[in-house]
C-alpha cells in the first residue's frame, strides 16, 4: 500500500489516515462526534474484502500498545434489523467471517451497534448503543 498523506490528529495506517483516540470513551453518539470535529467518521470500512487494511490496523494496535481497549466500528442495524450498515456511507458491512466473532451478530434486542472487542482478539460483536468504548476515526478525505 502507498502510504498517504494525513493531517493531524491522523495517521497513516494500512494506506488510511487514521485517528486511534484511547483516551476518551463514550457512547457511538459521542464518539461519532468526535471523529466528526476532527472532519472524519467512526471506522468503516471500504468493502467486503479489505481485509489488508484491517490486518494493518491489527499490526497497528498490537505494535503501539493499544491493545488493551475496545473501539467502535461505524455500523449499526438500527432501523434495519438485522442489516448491518456502515454509518459514513450507508453500504451494507459483511457478516460473519472474517469480521464478525461467532456468534456474532446476535439477535440481542438493543444491541444495534458494534466494537472491536480486545477479548476475542479484535472480532467485532454486537453491543448497546449507549455503552462506553474508545474510538478510532477515519477521516474524510481517505
Keep these: 500500500q502507498d502510504p498517504v498523506e494525513c493531517t493531524h490528529p491522523y495517521q497513516d ?12 470513551k463514550g457512547s457511538m453518539v459521542s464518539m461519532r462526534e468526535l471523529c466528526q470535529y476532527h472532519n472524519g467518521d467512526l471506522l468503516w470500512l471500504d468493502d467486503t474484502n479489505d481485509c489488508d487494511f484491517y490486518r494493518a490496523l491489527l499490526d497497528h ?13 461505524g455500523i449499526t442495524d438500527e432501523g434495519h434489523e438485522g442489516e448491518w450498515r456502515y454509518l459514513k456511507n ?16 446476535s439477535e440481542v434486542e ?3 451497534c458494534a466494537v472491536m472487542y480486545k477479548g476475542n482478539a479484535f472480532y467485532w460483536i454486537d453491543v448497546k448503543c449507549d455503552a462506553e468504548y474508545y ?7 481517505t
Excluded: F, M, Q
Excluded at 135 to 141: E, F
Design 135 to 141: 474510538s478510532i476515526c477515519r477521516s474524510k478525505s
Design 61 to 73: 494496535l498490537h505494535t503501539n500498545n493499544l491493545n488493551e481497549k475496545d473501539y467502535w466500528i
Design 90 to 105: 450507508n453500504a451494507v458491512a459483511r457478516l460473519g467471517a472474517p469480521y464478525w466473532h461467532a456468534g456474532n451478530p
Design 110 to 112: 438493543g444491541e444495534n
Design 13 to 24: 495506517i494500512g494506506g488510511r489516515c487514521l485517528y486511534i483516540d484511547p483516551w476518551v
